[in-house]
């Protein structure tokens, strides 16, 4: 009977110890996922702040500007640091090192982007400052795959494998939605609109128009329905005009059917007052009635954009 009562408290005491480290364990784990969360709700207001501004700069001056956006630069070095400093539980290893990366890159690239930024906004080298800029939005593209890709599902991994619920991180985007910031002509007209800026100040008058649009060869009205009898892949030709006093290269133009996938195409220079094409496939193939969206992209110092963009309304055969 002594040896059976000790053998009992025995099993007692490691089934307490057990349960005592399985607690600790789960709350070590909720820990991290709450820390994690709140770092991502912190930088998604960051970015909130950072492309609104980058949107809509409003009566900033350059020197506001500037400041800042290097004020969003040292909210994301202090956003790394915290990532860095976490109390990680073993199983969180692997998240926590994916985790690391992509406040490395997220840093790195908004440290990038402000020692460029007073450069970008002034006159010299600041075409070059500019194509920096861009080229770290890409960057940040590269941090907001990592996390949705890897570093979210594997938190929410563990936290499913041992049993806690309600505690999954949220999603972290910091590139603002949609892919314009990854285009320099976007990057510099939006700089251009800083008070005081010289980031679009380039000599002569600069614009685009859309002059036509046709498909498979049938020229498209906006006013009516135009039918047309199209085999494979159909090919939308957008004629552009350079309305400008000056050469403009790059020209970017998207065609976008029904609200669909936005297909782009690129006209790689168009001189002052001369014309340029791009065809565009359509891929996959529109059936039936459908509507083209059609919009040539501002290149830097264009003011008047109305005349970029058409809808036509198509029926193919």
């Known amino acids: 009977m002594a040896l059976g009562g000790g053998l ?9 110890v057990k349960g005592c480290l399985d607690a600790r364990k789960d709350r070590a784990l909720t820990d991290y996922a709450r820390n994690v969360s709140q770092i991502a709700e912190e930088t998604a207001q960051t970015s909130k702040a950072f492309f609104g501004k980058l949107a809509e700069p409003g009566e900033l001056s350059v020197t506001e500007f500037v400041a800042e956006v290097s004020a969003d630069r040292s909210a994301m070095d202090n956003y790394a640091g915290r990532v860095e400093s976490l109390s ?15 406040y490395e890159l997220r840093r790195h690239a908004m440290d990038e982007i402000a020692d460029k930024m007073s450069t970008a906004l002034g006159e010299v080298g600041s075409q ?14 590269a941090a907001d795959v990592v996390y949705g890709e890897v570093v979210r599902p594997e938190i929410d991994g563990v936290l499913a494998g041992n049993g806690i619920e309600g505690s999954d991180v949220p999603k972290s985007v910091f ?8 285009d320099e002509s976007a990057v510099s007209a ?3 609109s800083v008070s005081g800026s010289s980031a679009t100040t380039t000599s002569g008058i600069h614009g685009l128009g859309l002059l036509g649009t046709s498909l498979d060869g049938t020229e498209l009205t906006a006013e009516s329905t135009t039918a047309v009898a199209s085999e ?14 000056s050469t403009e290269n790059g020209i970017k133009v998207s065609v976008s059917v029904s609200g669909g996938n936005t297909l782009q195409g690129e006209i790689e220079t168009i001189a002052a007052g001369e014309t340029g094409t791009v065809s565009i496939p359509l891929t996959p193939a529109p059936h039936g009635q459908a509507t083209l969206e059609v919009e040539v992209e501002t290149v830097p110092g264009e003011r008047i954009s109305e005349n970029n963009k058409a809808s036509y309304t198509v029926e193919f055969e």
Do not use: F, R, S
Not at 8 to 16: A, E, N
Not at 92 to 100: D, F, I
Not at 128 to 141: C, D, G, R, V
Not at 232 to 244: F, L, R, Y
């Open 88 to 102: 990680t539980p073993g199983d969180m290893g692997q998240a926590q090192n994916g985790l690391e990366l992509v």
């Open 8 to 16: 009992l408290l025995l099993i007692l005491i490691v089934l307490g």
């Open 232 to 245: 494979g892949t159909p090919e939308v030709e957008v004629q552009v005009q350079n309305q400008g006093a």
């Open 175 to 182: 590139l603002a939605e949609g892919t314009q910031w990854l």
């Open 128 to 141: 070059k400052a500019t194509a920096k800029i861009a080229e770290e939005m890409q960057t940040l593209l």
């Open 190 to 192: 939006a700089l251009g």
